[in-house]
């Protein structure tokens, strides 16, 4: 027999793991769901549109009764639980109506707070909180006129507007003297309270009810200081209380909510609870965001599958009130050890308020302008260091210098149809914005499929995601979703980092099974990235999957738009010699190679060879000493040097030698994203050693080195990491990094932006200031080196791989 | 499988080409032809097919694509063309020429016949 799963609370929480469990696994429970509302399960987000007129309820059915009976749920709507017998695993409805369970699932929600004062049974008085309080309030605005909202928070002040959009004069009375304390400073509540007076809805602040007044209806409130004010509607929205009367009443731990582990379970371990009723370290959650991710983990370990954990999260607010742009996330008070950066330009009704805390966001208040609102929020969670960004913080991402996109300066809003977003694909802002209104696009891989904007090299994904938000506009909350890798899974590069380890899994295969993938073999985008992880997590263990790279790395070669492909020689530290030079001209002119180019690396390249003919070249390239410079790899590619002390008039070190032994230490490794090297002889760096991964640039009383660099799409300086005294601190203080970098970073990310995300602190602490650390990163470094360090050409020119560099037949 | 049935009526130029296993899965061959070379792909579960080994995009060629379901990836801008019909998956237009392969006893057998998809055989 299959286990039963008993689900009580049919509202958003609660289904979402529902059906996060059935895409995982469909038939291992037999599954009841109780739920007091009568309906199926609807969006109650949207229940403040229904107010307004602008939806109706069939519109906001997310499961209708039907859709129960499709898989297989037993569904009792309509029916409060009244008691949870433990012991012998049973719940209890109202009615009578039981089920056994061997799991238990609670998501009871919230219940609204409703304020002590005489009359508040009153008819008339509502709450705002399921669709028959809407009801209620509808069928009031259609007989009455006068309404007062009690409580300037999120949920009264979208009540208000609906209720004035429905035709009623409608007074908000708050006991505070700013709105929405709750996600507003004081300056941003002030312009949202002039923007609502101006369409009509009136404001008392600073008044405390003192009681409803009213015999067979409701027809004034009063207030403490004895002013009366008349009222055919009272609807209260002074907050929510966790509803945990059900669990407390069956013994289980709660304070303000159910208390709840990192697995979402409670006290009890066979039930789990969810939603706005749990309690989580510390925290409980008024939005359906962070509910959505807590219904992912409990949907994992209801699975068995047993990985995933909760651990928190961070949430946004945007008012759903058309036409007022707002936005608040984090910590927006500041407190002790914070500082304010604020912008105010009450001319355009602009306001913005960014808090920072050890340089990295905590908390964003806006109010006119909103556009900027997801990259700070996704600066906060990634725990950006924004002490290069603080000057330009402000005026948002459009502002930032960027060296792609010189052009574009101005916020998306203000751009022409005609300006160009992607530079790599050529798509204008107008074709973008057409398409997701045409084609209905509602995320970020959307776009890049139907338009190819931000698809090719990602510079310009902050400006499609901006155009996205402002296109779409609408719901209040942003997802604060970890970004799946690929949309073969809902798991972020991280997430399966850690899940490689901790399940010690070693073959794509596996990752894909167990974490449940949902194409069959995952994509041009996963297969890589799974296994380039999985080759640094097992070392000398994983066997690499040829059919999980992309063609360069296959190949081994650059494939070239004719389909030739592109031979670089790996040429030590940039130095070479005549012997050398001659080998590869001979090599040259014997496959009639068309091009010959000196790199941007110090090194050749020969340019337009048949594939068929790329192993007896290599063969002979690795006769006279060479082996692959990996120019077409997310790998160690080149070292450049300059001749340093051994020559140059300023040297202060041997800048090639160093140079060269970083090579020879590093190269076939595999990386998360080509990395590139370089050491100067002095500062005058004619290496740029300070636009590279790792630079190092030679001194008087030793080496100092650079981290985190790029010469690319984007220029970015290095980071200055520490000054080192002799050559072998620096290839140890190097190889620390490069293995801290592939272990953490997320597959073709850069050192820049990867320095940027973790901070430079991060990087200090984890390769300067923790020496036992390093030396452990430098020792797992040259540990794997032991099996990257084949010459893949010397390899395929004695036959590996064979059949790649041959056709199957000629015919004709 | 409809499509393959109807193709084996109308093909009758079988060529043996070599053996399944010489084709990696989740990966491709080349055959070199008179008229242009053809892309043999074996997905993960040994279905095989045949496209001209040009991509409707610039012609980049397919065969050496990253193979994943029934799609390949083309390796100059990532444009994914189905194996089965020879189009590009929407919102991308195009379409490869398909030809006509069978696997027997192990063995693999390709018409040099080109087949345009039509409108009637897309998905
Ligand atoms: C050959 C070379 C140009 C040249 O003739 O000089 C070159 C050629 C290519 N570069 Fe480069 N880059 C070359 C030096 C550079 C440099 C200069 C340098 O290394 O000092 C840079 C800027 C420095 C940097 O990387 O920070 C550079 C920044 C890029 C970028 C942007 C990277 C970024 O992070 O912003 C790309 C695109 C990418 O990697 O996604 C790129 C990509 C490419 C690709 C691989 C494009 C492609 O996918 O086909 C080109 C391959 C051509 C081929 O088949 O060989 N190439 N490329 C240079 C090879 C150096 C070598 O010896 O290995
Ligand atoms: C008007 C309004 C607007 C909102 N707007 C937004 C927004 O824009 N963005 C946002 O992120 N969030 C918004 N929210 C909040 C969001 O709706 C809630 O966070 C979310 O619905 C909570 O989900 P839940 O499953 O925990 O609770 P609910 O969705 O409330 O579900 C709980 C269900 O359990 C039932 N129940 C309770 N006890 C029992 C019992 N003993 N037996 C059987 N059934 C029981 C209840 O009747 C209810 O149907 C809004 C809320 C409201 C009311
Ligand atoms: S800059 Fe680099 S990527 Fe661009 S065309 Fe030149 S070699 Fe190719
Ligand atoms: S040539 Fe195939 S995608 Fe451009």
Redesign the pocket.
């Known amino acids: 027999m299959k286990e039963r799963l008993v689900l009580?609370?049919?509202?958003?929480?609660?289904?979402?793991a529902i059906e996060e469990l059935l895409k995982i696994s469909s038939d291992i429970y037999d599954i009841a769901v109780?739920?007091?509302?009568p309906h199926g399960?609807y969006?109650?987000?949207?229940?403040?549109p229904v107010?307004t007129g602008e939806k109706k309820f069939p519109d906001i059915m997310l499961n209708d009764i039907a859709w129960y009976a499709e898989n297989g749920i037993t569904l009792h709507a309509g029916?409060?639980?009244?008691r949870i017998e433990r012991g012998s695993r049973k719940v209890v409805?109202r009615d009578g109506t039981s089920a056994n369970y061997d799991r238990l699932l609670l998501?009871?929600?919230?219940v609204p707070f409703i304020i002590p004062v005489p009359g508040k049974d009153l008819p008339g008085v509502v709450t705002?909180?399921?669709i028959n309080d809407?009801e209620a309030m509808l069928g009031a605005a259609h007989h009455h006129k006068r309404a007062v909202v009690i409580g300037g928070g999120?949920?009264g002040l979208?009540?208000a507007n609906g209720l004035l959009r429905q035709g009623m004069d409608v007074t908000v009375v708050h006991l505070l003297d700013t709105l929405m304390e709750r996600q507003l400073d004081r300056a941003a509540a002030d312009l949202l309270k002039a923007a609502l007076e101006e369409r009509g809805l009136r404001f008392l602040m600073q008044v405390q009810t003192e009681a409803i007044l009213g015999d067979a209806r409701v027809r004034a409130v009063r207030f403490r200081d004895g002013t009366e004010i008349a009222a055919d509607l009272v609807v209260m929205a002074v907050g929510?209380r966790p509803?945990i009367?059900?669990a407390k009443s069956a013994g289980l731990y709660c304070e303000r909510g159910v208390v709840v582990s990192d697995t979402m379970q409670t006290y009890d371990p066979r039930i789990y609870a969810?939603?706005?009723?749990v309690q989580h370290r510390g925290q409980t959650?008024?939005?359906?965001?962070p509910?959505f991710e807590q219904a992912k983990v409990c949907a994992n370990h209801l699975a068995e599958l047993g990985f995933a954990r909760y651990t928190g999260s961070m949430?946004s607010?945007?008012l759903?009130v058309t036409g007022i742009d707002l936005f608040s996330a984090g910590d927006f008070q500041s407190a002790e050890g914070c500082e304010e950066i604020v912008l105010k330009d009450a001319g355009r009704g602009v306001y913005k308020k960014v808090v920072l805390k050890n340089n990295r966001i905590c908390g964003a208040v806006m109010y006119g302008d909103t556009l900027d609102g997801s990259w700070y929020f996704q600066l906060m969670r990634d725990s950006t260091d924004v002490a290069n960004l603080r000057e330009k913080l402000l005026f948002g991402q459009a502002h930032l210098g960027d060296a792609g996109h010189g052009n574009i300066r101005s916020r998306v809003a203000s751009m022409l149809d005609s300006t160009e977003i992607c530079g790599c694909n050529g798509v204008c802002k107008g074709a973008i914005v057409k398409a997701i209104g045409d084609k209905k696009l509602f995320t970020l891989d959307e776009v890049r499929a139907h338009t190819k904007a931000s698809s090719s090299c990602g510079s310009c994904t902050g400006l499609v995601e901006a155009l996205l938000a402002s296109t779409l506009g609408g719901?209040?909350?942003m997802t604060p979703k970890k970004r799946p890798m690929c949309t073969c899974t809902d798991h972020a590069h991280d997430e399966i980092r850690s899940a490689i380890l901790d399940l010690e899994m070693k073959s794509i295969r596996a990752v894909m099974d167990r974490l449940e993938w949902k194409s069959p073999d995952g994509c041009n985008k996963c297969r890589p990235a799974l296994n380039f992880y999985l080759l640094t997590a097992w070392p000398g263990e994983y066997v690499d999957d040829n059919q999980a790279r992309f063609i360069n790395e296959r190949a081994h070669a650059n494939i070239q738009r004719d389909g030739s492909y592109s031979v670089v020689p790996r040429i030590w530290g940039g130095e070479t010699t005549p012997a050398q030079l001659k080998a590869i001209a001979e090599i040259a002119e014997k496959y009639r190679v068309p091009t010959v180019h000196i790199t941007g690396g110090q090194r050749i390249d020969l340019l337009g060879v048949v594939k068929e003919n790329l192993p007896a070249m290599w063969g002979d390239l690795s006769a006279a000493g060479f082996v692959s410079g990996h120019a077409y790899g997310k790998a160690i590619r080149t070292v450049k040097t300059c001749v340093g002390r051994n020559w140059c008039r300023f040297g202060t070190q041997d800048s090639t030698a160093v140079g060269i032994d970083l090579e020879k230490m590093a190269w076939g490794a595999w990386m998360p994203h080509k990395v590139k090297l370089a050491v100067s002889g002095c500062p005058r760096n004619c290496a740029e050693a300070t636009i590279k991964d790792f630079g190092v640039v030679c001194v008087d009383s030793g080496y100092e080195l650079h981290i985190g660099g790029n010469g690319g799409v984007k220029v970015r300086v290095t980071d200055f990491l520490c000054g080192v005294k002799t050559p072998h601190e620096v290839l140890e203080y190097c190889a620390a990094f490069l293995q801290c970098y592939r272990e953490e970073a997320h597959y073709l990310e850069r050192t820049a932006p990867w320095v940027e995300r973790v901070g430079l602190a991060y990087v200090r602490q984890r390769v300067v200031e923790d020496e036992s650390g390093r030396k452990i990163l430098a020792a797992r470094f040259r540990y794997s080196q032991q099996f990257a360090q084949v010459d893949p050409w010397a390899e395929r020119a004695k036959g590996v791989d064979r059949h790649e560099f041959i056709p199957l037949k000629r015919v004709g | 499988m409809n499509t393959i049935k109807k193709v084996m009526q109308i093909a009758d130029d079988w060529t043996e080409i070599g053996a399944l296993d010489e084709i990696p899965r989740q990966g491709a061959r080349v055959v070199k032809c008179a008229s242009g070379d053809i892309a043999v792909f074996r997905t993960l579960n040994d279905e095989v097919f045949a496209l001209r080994d040009c991509c409707p995009h610039q012609g980049g060629p397919l065969s050496q694509g990253m193979v994943h379901g029934r799609e390949v990836t083309c390796p100059l801008h990532d444009w994914k063309i189905h194996l089965d019909t020879g189009i590009a998956v929407a919102p991308d237009e195009g379409c490869a020429a398909r030809y006509p392969v069978r696997v027997k006893s192990g063995r693999v057998f390709l018409s040099l016949t080109a087949q345009v998809a039509g409108t009637s055989t897309s998905p």
Do not use: H, P, Q, W
């Open positions: 009580v609370g049919n509202g958003m929480a609660g289904m979402r109780f739920g007091a509302e399960n969006n109650r987000i949207m229940l403040s107010l029916k409060e639980v009244e409805a998501a009871t929600g919230s705002f909180r399921d809407v999120l949920l979208e009540a929510i509803n009367a059900l969810l939603g706005e009723c959650y008024g939005l359906v965001a509910l949430s607010t945007k759903k719901d209040y909350s």
